[in-house]
């Protein structure tokens, strides 16, 4: 008899220098929050030394950034990556690359600004969608 392990759902609402992971369960929702260390207030003193310098430390951290998210990612089986800007794309990118990820569903979805609360509603909506459209199957 094969044991089934239970689906493991993530939803991601991020932009370039912060990510909100939520794990949901039927239960619960668990949030955790990762910035990703890029510093934009020294930006003008530095733009004025070197654009090029700054532009490939601020492609360094990005990429760390995304690469932690990946190690994240790897143990789920539903991910939602969700928020304003193009960085959802840049991640989903780079994760099609490696096939760590090729039985991981990974969806994209364009969203605003959000409260937590948005965020989870957002969330549990999308997982209830899929779970319900599996038992539908």
Known sequence: MEIIKPTQYLGIWMDYS?????????????????????????RDETLNRSESLLYNKEQLKQRRFYDELGDIIKKYDEVILFGPTD???????????????DKIN???????????????????SFFLKIYSDEKAS
């Open 87 to 101: 960085a959802k794309v840049e991640l989903l990118n780079i994760l099609e690359k490696n096939h760590h990820f």
């Open 18 to 42: 912060v990510a909100y992971l939520m794990e949901y369960t039927r239960d619960s929702m668990e949030t955790e929050i990762m910035e990703s260390n890029i510093n934009h207030e020294n």
């Open 106 to 124: 990974i969806s994209i979805e364009e969203a605003d600004k959000m409260s937590e609360n948005q965020r989870h509603a957002f969330v549990k």
